[in-house]
């Protein structure tokens, strides 16, 4: 089903680029960088946030500095392509800290790609054996370990806007 698309102007647009480089920007801070006063600015990021396009704002943490060095890539294989077999995997999925990001995926053999984050190698073991190996209908599992983050980037491209 295709979404139905929110026409932004120029103004909202400038609105967005600013909240994805700094999401704890002030109404009064974000009205002076989009040139609004701030009551027009907020009713903006309100009419935003209602149609659906401001999901949340949030905080990013440094991984490393928090002791979260490992970041894993991993491609998981389904054994039957049912929907209920598919919502029970994504459920748990979704319970789990340790994934930042779970896509059902094509064009590979794998059926999900996961990114996970954990301190180290014998945490990733503990994860993989006690959750994801667990879940009922996953047949393989094929991990790759991340050396270096070269994009890591959490802002969509409004230039096509």
Do not use: W
């Amino acid at each position: 089903m295709k979404e139905k698309l929110v026409k932004i102007d120029r103004i909202d647009r400038k609105i967005l680029e600013c909240l994805q480089k700094d999401g704890g920007l002030s109404n009064q801070e974000l009205a002076e960088k989009v040139g609004l006063s701030p009551s027009p600015c907020l009713r903006r990021v309100r009419a935003l946030e209602e149609a659906g396009i401001i999901l949340r704002r949030v905080t990013l943490l440094e991984r490393k500095k928090l002791g979260l060095s490992l970041t894993v890539i991993i491609q998981i294989s389904m054994d039957r392509h049912t929907p209920e077999r598919f919502e029970e995997f994504e459920n748990q999925v979704k319970e789990s800290p340790e994934v930042q990001e779970c896509y059902l995926i094509t064009g590979q053999e794998a059926d999900y790609m996961l990114k996970v984050v954990v301190p180290d190698m014998d945490a990733y073991q503990v994860f993989l054996l006690n959750k994801i190996t667990r879940i009922p209908g996953v047949s393989g599992v094929h991990s790759s370990f991340v050396l270096r983050r070269v994009v890591d980037n959490t802002e969509l491209p409004l230039g096509y806007l």
